[in-house]
C-alpha cells in the first residue's frame, strides 16, 4: 500500500486529494496545524480513514516528526496563506508560509534516509503581469502579488533541490481552479454563494471589485489528478495545468445568474472600489499541451458545467440553511 502525506489536508485541494488516493489504495496523512478553532470541515467526511498529524511549516522540527511518522512514499505540499488580497495586508506571513515553508518540506525530505517524491503547488499567480499569451512552462514569471512573489520562491527553490540533491521534486503550476468547498472569501465561490442568496431572497446585492479580470478557471477535482499522475512519471519535471480558456469575471456572473433563471445581473452586482488589488493581473491563460502530452491529462469539467456545480451547491446549502 503506497502512502502519501498532503499538507493542507483540511483546504479545497486537500480534501479532494485526500479522496482521490483513498480511492487509488493509498494510506493518507494530512498534515494539520494546531490552532483553536476547528478546520476539518472539508475532510469530516473522511476522518476515519485518513490519519492526521500535527506539525507546521514554520516548524521545521514538527516537519520532520511528521514525515518520520508517516513514512510516506510521497508528500504533497499543498499549504500555503493563498488568498492573494491578504498576501498584502501580511505579506511576511504570506513568506513565511508560501516560500519558506516550502525550504523547510524540503530539507526534512532531503534528511529523510528513504526515497520520498515530493509534489509542490505552484501557482499561475506566478506570471502576474504575463510576458505571454497563453503562459507556458518557459514563459517568464512576473508576480503581481506578494503572495506570487512567494510562490516564486517555492517554484524554484523546488527547481533547485531537485537539482542540487537529486530528489524527484515537481511543481505543478495550476492555473484558477474552483468548486463546492472553495472559501467564501474567492471570488467565484462569493459569486456562486450570492446567487443562490439573492435566489432565496436572503441578501440584495453582490459587491465585487475588477469585473474584467480574466481567469483560466478549472475544477479542481480535476486538478488534484494531474497533481498524481507528475509523481508517477519516471522523470520529474514542472507542468502548467490549465483548461486553456479564459473568461472574466463579467462571464462567470452572468452564467451564474442565468443558472438560476436572472438574465439582467448587472441589476444585482456593485462594483466596491475598496476590494480593487493594489497591483492587479488581467489576464491568465494556461497552455495545458505539455500535461496533455507527457502526463496524459485534460480537464474533464467545463467552465459551464463548473459555474453550475456551484450553483446548485450553494443552492442547497442556502435551502438547508433556511430549513
Not at 87 to 106: D, I, N, R, W
Not at 111 to 140: C, H, N
Not at 195 to 207: D, F, H, K, P, S
Request: some cysteine; overall charge negative; charged content about 25%.
Amino acid at each position: 500500500m503506497p502512502t502519501a502525506l498532503i499538507t493542507g489536508i483540511t483546504g479545497q485541494d486537500g480534501s479532494h486529494l485526500a479522496e482521490f488516493l483513498l480511492e487509488k489504495g493509498y494510506q493518507v496523512y494530512g498534515l494539520k496545524r494546531r490552532t483553536s478553532v476547528v478546520t476539518d470541515a472539508r475532510i469530516r467526511h473522511l476522518l476515519d480513514d485518513v490519519e492526521l498529524v500535527d506539525g507546521d511549516l514554520l516548524d521545521q522540527l514538527s516537519l520532520i516528526k511528521a514525515i518520520r511518522q508517516a513514512r510516506p512514499d510521497e508528500i504533497y505540499n499543498l499549504a500555503a496563506m493563498s488568498f492573494v488580497p491578504t498576501s498584502f495586508t501580511q505579506p511576511v506571513l504570506t513568506g513565511e508560509y508560501t516560500a519558506l515553508g516550502v525550504t523547510k518540506l524540503l530539507e526534512a525530505v532531503r534528511l529523510a534516509d528513504w526515497p520520498i517524491r515530493f509534489y509542490q503547488a505552484s501557482s499561475s499567480e506566478m506570471f502576474g503581469k504575463v510576458q505571454e499569451v497563453p503562459q507556458t512552462e518557459r514563459t517568464p514569471f512576473y508576480p503581481r502579488s506578494p503572495y506570487g512573489a512567494a510562490k516564486v520562491y517555492g517554484h524554484w527553490i523546488t527547481v533547485n533541490y531537485r537539482e542540487s540533491y537529486d530528489l524527484f521534486a515537481c511543481s505543478g503550476i495550476l492555473f484558477n481552479h474552483e468548486g463546492p468547498r472553495r472559501g467564501g472569501e474567492f471570488v467565484t465561490r462569493k459569486i456562486t454563494q450570492a446567487v443562490a442568496r439573492i435566489e432565496l431572497g436572503r441578501q440584495q446585492e453582490l459587491r465585487l471589485g475588477n469585473l474584467d479580470s480574466q481567469r483560466d478557471w478549472g475544477y479542481a477535482g480535476d486538478y488534484v489528478r494531474a497533481m498524481w499522475l507528475m509523481l508517477q512519471q519516471d522523470t520529474p519535471d514542472d507542468y502548467v495545468i490549465a483548461t486553456g480558456e479564459t473568461h472574466s469575471v463579467a462571464e462567470f456572473c452572468e452564467l451564474a445568474f442565468r443558472h438560476v433563471g436572472i438574465d439582467d445581473w448587472r441589476r444585482y452586482v456593485k462594483v466596491d472600489e475598496a476590494l480593487l488589488r493594489p497591483a492587479d493581473v488581467d489576464l491568465l491563460v494556461g497552455d495545458p499541451s505539455k500535461a496533455r502530452r507527457c502526463l496524459k491529462w485534460q480537464p474533464e469539467v467545463t467552465f459551464e458545467g463548473l459555474v453550475k456545480l456551484m450553483v446548485e451547491a450553494d443552492l442547497e446549502l442556502e435551502q438547508q440553511a433556511l430549513a
